[in-house]
């Protein structure tokens, strides 16, 4: 995946991806916190994964991260 992108559409939650062909394994993470989004980040890392795409958004009232990491 080379990009993410997510947005409310009325009440529902949308996630679009632009893809490529890949060689390599990737990662998606949706929905959750920043204490708990560094701590996926921390344990992706430490297996060879690296921080392709990150997005920030508001939904139902609260932040949510959303990131899609690449081995390599």
Do not use: C, H
């Amino acid at each position: 995946m080379l990009d993410l992108e997510i947005y409310q559409s009325g009440s529902e939650t949308r996630y679009i991806g632009i893809w490529s062909p890949q060689t390599a394994e990737q990662k998606i993470l949706t929905d959750v916190s920043w204490s708990d989004f560094r701590s996926k980040w921390e344990e992706f890392a430490d297996d060879g994964f690296r921080l392709m795409d990150i997005e920030v958004y508001r939904r139902n009232g609260t932040y949510n991260n959303a990131g899609v990491w690449q081995e390599g």
